[in-house]
């Protein structure tokens, strides 16, 4: 087991004690979602702490993406329990990058991936290929396309 994955398993067992039932539930999530990523494919395998923040990432997004609709849809209580999941998610995801940590990733991800000035969107891939390891977890994929798109313009 990952450390991660253990300090998950430990704070779920907290919460539950402690009777917090939005963060019991959230954990007992995670960790499903991390168990069913590890056994996904054709052998089941031991995640590290990256693959385990990769797919708390992803739940992150989900509860974004779920409070964002629920808002849509004039269901603030909703909204409001999927934005409380979050917060317990964040406190397992590294900090996000900042405006200006991203574009001097961007800028270094096209000096890497040796896209010169006139290829333009023709290079977003080859940059995309490298920048796209360095920022997992800490920005959200539109974002990272919007940052390196604006750079190649």
Not at 38 to 44: H, I, L, P, W, Y
Not at 63 to 84: F, H, I, M, T, V
Not at 98 to 110: F, M, N, P, Y
């Amino acid at each position: 087991m990952s450390e991660l994955e253990d300090r998950l398993q430990h704070d779920l067992t907290t919460a539950i004690r402690s009777r917090d039932e939005v963060a019991a539930a959230t954990l007992r999530m995670a960790l499903t979602a991390v168990k069913n990523q590890s056994v996904a494919g054709t052998e089941a395998k031991e995640l590290t702490d990256d693959e385990v923040v990769l797919v708390l990432g992803r739940e992150a997004k989900k509860r974004r993406e779920s409070a964002q609709a629920y808002d849509d849809a004039k269901r603030a209580d909703l909204a409001d329990r999927e934005r409380a999941e979050l917060v317990v998610l964040a406190g397992y995801l590294p900090a996000p990058l900042s405006d200006d940590e991203l574009a001097g990733l961007v800028t270094t991800a096209i000096a890497d991936a040796g896209v010169g000035a006139g290829e333009g969107m023709r290079g977003m891939g080859a940059v995309m290929k490298v920048l796209t390891p360095r920022v997992a977890g800490r920005a959200d994929g539109s974002r990272v396309a919007a940052a390196v798109k604006a750079a190649l313009a």
